[in-house]
């Protein structure tokens, strides 16, 4: 992906939980993923990736923005590297139709052999027993296993992800990491294949822009996700060129 115009962006001790978001995202983290919404309702995004060189560093574009789609509720707070405002009126749940808000380590990439070759992520391989477990009763909850290989699968809900055509390319996102039962489950960035009205609660995108991300994504640089309504975006930016 093209670097673009310098934007630096600076993060400024403020009374709201956006104060925080800055601090929460690791030090060796060079890059970020930022999506941002109108507002908490909104299905509608915008992705736009950032890369710094060291931590005290500033961050500065890449590539373009790109349209996405998240929850067909919009957004709730998750559990990831931020920490929750105790006045949160919004908190994600299992099947709620949202997407979590809030600042997410990006781990694993998954798709089709074709498509995860050569990337810069661990990558687990489609297959037909791989599977997404969502079961909040399960102690596979919140993780892709292999069937095949669990000598007593405990779920009675999983997503069959070599059967799906949104997972041929994505990315998981570590939201709820201690598999907090209920607390919402598989979160992943995918293929966005024609959802027009909102997903179950992942950020999907257009092949190419998604593709594009799956070349830039390195774990050796501790990428992140920050996704967040405008309003909760740090407020004291100063920008050129965006």
């Known amino acids: 992906m093209r670097i673009a115009a310098f934007f630096s962006l600076v993060f400024?001790?403020?009374?709201?939980?956006?104060?925080?978001?800055?601090?929460?995202?690791?030090?060796?983290?060079?890059?970020?993923?930022?999506?941002?919404?109108?507002?908490?309702?909104?299905?509608?995004?915008?992705?736009?990736?950032?890369?710094?060189?060291?931590?005290?560093?500033s961050w500065v574009p890449v590539g373009r923005a790109m349209p996405a789609l998240l929850g067909e509720r919009g957004l709730a707070w998750g559990l990831g590297l931020?920490?929750?405002?105790?006045?949160?009126?919004?908190?994600?749940?299992?099947?709620?139709?949202?997407s979590p808000a809030g600042?997410?380590?990006?781990?694993?990439?998954?798709?089709?052999?074709g498509k995860i070759a050569g990337l810069n992520l661990p990558a687990w391989t489609l297959t037909p027993t791989l599977e997404a477990v969502d079961d909040p009763a399960s102690r596979f909850y919140n993780r892709i296993v292999d069937r095949a290989k669990i000598a007593q699968p405990d779920w009675r809900s999983a997503e069959r992800m070599g059967e799906m055509p949104d997972?041929?390319?994505?990315?998981?996102?570590?939201?709820?990491?201690?598999h907090v039962s209920g607390a919402g489950s598989c979160i992943f960035l995918h293929l966005?294949?024609?959802?027009?009205?909102?997903?179950?609660?992942?950020?999907?995108?257009r092949e190419r822009d998604l593709t594009a991300l799956a070349r830039w994504l390195d774990a050796?640089?501790?990428?992140?996700?920050?996704?967040?309504?405008?309003?909760?975006?740090?407020?004291?930016?100063?920008?050129?060129?965006f």
Not at 224 to 236: D, K, T, Y
């Open 12 to 57: 400024l001790p403020m009374p709201t939980p956006a104060a925080d978001f800055e601090r929460t995202i690791p030090p060796g983290c060079g890059q970020m993923v930022m999506v941002t919404t109108e507002d908490w309702r909104a299905s509608a995004a915008t992705v736009r990736c950032f890369e710094r060189s060291a931590p005290a560093a």
């Open 82 to 98: 931020h920490r929750v405002p105790r006045d949160a009126a919004r908190h994600k749940r299992e099947g709620d139709r949202r």
């Open 103 to 113: 600042v997410f380590r990006i781990t694993e990439a998954f798709g089709a052999a």
């Open 167 to 178: 997972y041929a390319l994505g990315f998981v996102v570590a939201h709820n990491p201690k």
């Open 192 to 205: 966005w294949n024609g959802e027009r009205r909102g997903t179950a609660g992942c950020t999907v995108l």
């Open 220 to 241: 050796a640089r501790e990428p992140v996700l920050m996704q967040l309504p405008l309003a909760e975006v740090p407020r004291a930016i100063s920008a050129r060129g």
